[in-house]
């Protein structure tokens, strides 16, 4: 059911993807194989507490974890945390390893990472074209790298949706910042 649900909010969002099923995997590079991409191009969707009954998703390239001092600035905020599983759960109607923010129970906020929509997150062009006041749907089309294309959860294990990754951010109305650092 998770993966229908998944699949439909994948449809009406109007996004090109395709879905990628493999069997259990036991590491990023496994999951990458079987994917047929590179290990950077999977993402990752976290859930973390902003506050009492206060989420969001945060897409996280597959070799980088998230920055706690980056994402609490981005936010504004001295304090968050990663729900346990059952909360996540709760919050999103997913397993955690199924997690995605499509077909989540809940719409939460999505802050994606800058590498998830520009291959060549470090280039200038790329830094300077992520404005405080400006959306992805802004940045579509402009210069500071190709858009990779990703793979992110398709709400079940093993199922995956493979989509261009500054799309990916603009159907889930993403906050695009450089909020990870390396593993």
């Known amino acids: 059911m998770s993966e229908e649900r998944a699949r439909a909010a994948l449809e009406a969002s109007g996004i090109d993807f395709t879905i990628t099923r493999h069997g259990p995997v036991g590491s990023l590079e496994e999951a990458a194989a079987a994917r047929g991409i590179d290990p950077a191009n999977i993402v990752k969707t976290l859930v973390v507490r902003r506050g009492d009954d206060d989420y969001l998703f945060v897409l996280v390239p597959g070799d980088r974890t998230i920055s706690w001092p980056k994402l609490r600035a ?27 923010p499509f077909g989540s ?15 060549d997150a470090g280039s200038t062009a790329a830094e300077s074209a992520v404005g405080q006041d400006e959306t992805v749907a802004d940045l579509l089309g402009e210069p500071g ?18 989509v261009d990754g500054a799309r990916l951010a603009a159907v889930l109305g993403a906050q ?8």
């Open 105 to 119: 129970t809940t719409a939460w906020p999505v802050v994606a990472d800058t590498r998830v929509v520009f291959r």
């Open 74 to 100: 981005l936010l504004g905020v001295s304090r968050l945390s990663m729900p346990d599983k059952d909360v996540a759960r709760e919050v999103t109607g997913y397993e955690r390893g199924t997690i995605t």
């Open 176 to 183: 695009v910042a450089d909020v990870t650092e390396p593993v």
């Open 145 to 162: 790298g190709a858009a990779p294309l990703v793979s992110i959860g398709g709400g079940a294990f093993g199922v995956a949706a493979t």
